[in-house]
């Protein structure tokens, strides 16, 4: 036998190891490029909400609504902006019977939605905490904030409808954090500053329909003294 020259068990052991890697780079290489045909491997689960988000299309688009504090419909608001790659929206509501109070629709272009879009993903838009299932009725004296990513599609008679990716919620209220995990203040500026004078537009609003109830019903305090 000659010194320095590999024993045939080493041999063998070498034999053996490059058999095994050549054997793991075949498995890999089939289940990269190929897929795997075996039942037990686990499906890789999509966020469709997520691709939405990081590579949107035309029929993207995200809203941020807003419900006022629950009080007298007279007194009652709501607020949404919807963003797409094409089209901008301001709508406010009043009362609760869907009255629109003033409706602002401008044009977008794809270079602004997707610079749009990636603030948001740095944002934690879609970024989801443990909450209540159910959101009615909560914040009463504040406001109930949702944040959407949807689609637009056509349906088979050729309307347009909404498919809905994801629905995060917070609200206004200490505590009161929902399921919502980003960065609120900064989400509600990015949508606000997507309006020309977004913030003036829904304070004016609110001041109107303040204005008509006084007018309609006088002062509050009016015909109280006797329960002084």
């Not at 994801?166 to 200490?174: A, F, P």
Request: aromatic share 8%; net charge negative; charged share 20%.
């Amino acid at each position: 036998m000659k010194r320095g020259g590999p024993t045939r068990l080493g041999a063998g052991l070498i034999v053996l190891i490059m058999a095994v890697v050549i054997i793991g780079a075949a498995v890999w290489a089939g289940r990269t490029f190929f897929g795997s045909g075996s039942g037990g491997d686990k499906e890789v689960i999509v966020d469709r909400a997520q691709e939405l988000l990081d590579e949107p299309t035309e029929a993207t688009a995200v809203r941020m609504s807003v419900r006022g504090p629950i009080t007298a419909q007279e007194n009652h608001y709501s607020i949404a902006l919807t963003i797409s790659s094409t089209a901008r929206n301001l709508t406010i509501w009043r009362s609760y019977d869907g009255s629109v109070m003033t409706s602002e629709n401008l044009t977008n272009s794809t270079a602004s939605f997707n610079d749009f879009m990636a603030a948001l993903n740095r944002a934690g838009y879609l970024k989801e905490t443990r909450a209540e299932e159910e959101n009615q009725g909560i914040c009463a004296v504040g406001q109930l904030i949702n944040f959407e990513i949807f689609e637009y599609q056509a349906n088979e008679q050729g309307e347009i409808t909404e498919e809905l990716a994801k629905k995060l919620w917070t609200t206004s209220c200490s505590g009161l954090t929902g399921n919502f995990g980003g960065l609120t203040t900064n989400v509600i500026d990015l949508f606000l500053n997507q309006i020309p004078d977004a913030r003036n537009r829904i304070s004016a609003a609110k001041s109107a329909i303040d204005q008509e109830n006084r007018a309609s019903i006088g002062s509050p305090w009016e015909g109280l003294d006797a329960f002084k």
